[in-house]
C-alpha cells in the first residue's frame, strides 16, 4: 500500500453516512463534495500511514468520541459553507436565503 491520508478516508466516509446517505446536503455533485472535503480537511489534523498496521491504529483512535465529534464538527461546517457559497449555480429549489438572481463568480 502507498502512503495515505487516514483522516481524508474517515471524513469521506463520515460525510457518505452522515450526510450524504440522509439528502443533507444542498447539492451532491463531485464539485461540492470536493469542496467540502477540501474545507473540513483543512481544519482537521491530517494522519498519514503507510503501514495496515498503522491504519488500524488511526482508526481506532479515530471512533474515540472526541475525535468522532471534531470530524462532524468540521464536516457541518463545511458543508453549510458549500451550500451557502456553492462554486457553481444551482438550478431552483433553493435554500433559504440564497439569491437566485445574483451571479456567481
Ligand atoms: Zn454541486
Redesign the pocket.
Known amino acids: 500500500m502507498t502512503v495515505y491520508n487516514v483522516t481524508e478516508a474517515m471524513v469521506r466516509s463520515l460525510l457518505e453516512d452522515a450526510y450524504l446517505k440522509r439528502g443533507l446536503v444542498r ?1 451532491g ?1 463531485s ?2 463534495i470536493d469542496d467540502i472535503l477540501a474545507i473540513a480537511l483543512n481544519h482537521l489534523p491530517s494522519h498519514y500511514v503507510s503501514t495496515e498496521h498503522g491504519t488500524a491504529y488511526v482508526k481506532a483512535k479515530y471512533f474515540e468520541p472526541q475525535m468522532q465529534s471534531d470530524m462532524l464538527r468540521e464536516l457541518a461546517l463545511a458543508v453549510d459553507i458549500v451550500a451557502r457559497r ?1 462554486r ?1 449555480a ?1 438550478p431552483e429549489g433553493e435554500a433559504p436565503g440564497s439569491q437566485p438572481g445574483a451571479s456567481p463568480v
Do not use: A, L, N, S
Open positions: 447539492c455533485c464539485q461540492c456553492p457553481h444551482i
